[in-house]
């Protein structure tokens, strides 16, 4: 009987480890995301040249 719980346990263990290294190549990468825009500091003077919709 030991013997069988050690092969089944055996058996299931490599079973995941195959598993998760076939998935680990089949499957695509995940996209990688957008940069992202580094903040800027908008002047009050820029910011007084767009003040009605006709300057922007």
Known sequence: MKHRVYFTATLVFWLAVAFFKIAAV???EAEKPAAIAADRI???AELAQH???SDC
């Open 42 to 44: 908008i002047s009050p």
């Open 51 to 53: 003040s009605l919709p």
């Open 26 to 28: 089949w499957f695509p």
